[in-house]
């Protein structure tokens, strides 16, 4: 919330990755003010049920950057066309991937990496097998789950 990714990108991932489950625009608020209010929520209720629990902020891991740049660079080759919620409101597939560039290079690959699995989802895009086993790789060296990278196998 207070990097310096623009709260347009901000706003477009959040949309991407819920494809529009809950829409910003319908409550009048932007990406970084949403996120705000979620945090704000959370510190209130972990006041009341755990009050000396102390947040951290995950340190950054910009070892795979690159890796995964890669990786969302492979798949805007291949969705130039595609839409997240193409029938209500699209969000062109080469915007939302321009700002997970943004938070691959400017935030962190891993958060930049965990969107872009569900922005896949967004998208429908079919995966090959040598996609989803890199996929899988790389969700392994952030310490994923198995849960994490089957939700983009469609």
């Not at 608020?29 to 209010?37: F, P």
């Not at 400017?106 to 996929?135: C, H, I, K, M, N």
Request: aromatic share 8%.
């Amino acid at each position: 919330m207070e990097s310096d990714l623009p709260t347009d990108a901000i706003t477009t991932l959040w949309l991407a990755a819920t494809r529009r489950g809950f829409d910003l625009d319908h409550f009048a608020v932007d990406g970084r003010d949403w996120l705000r209010q979620i945090a704000e929520a959370c510190e209130e209720r972990l006041h009341d049920v755990a009050p000396t629990y102390t947040p951290a902020v995950p340190t950054a891991r910009p070892g795979l950057m690159q890796e995964v740049l890669r990786e969302l660079r492979e798949v805007t080759l291949v969705c130039a066309d595609k839409a997240v919620s193409p029938d209500w409101r699209p969000i062109p597939a080469t915007t939302v991937l321009a700002s997970l560039e943004q938070v691959i290079t400017q935030v962190d690959p891993d958060l930049g990496f965990r969107l872009f699995l569900r922005v896949l989802v967004g998208l429908s895009l079919p995966l090959t097998e040598e996609q989803y086993a890199q996929y899988e790789a790389i969700g392994a060296r952030f310490g994923y789950g198995e849960h994490h990278v089957p939700q983009c196998r469609t």
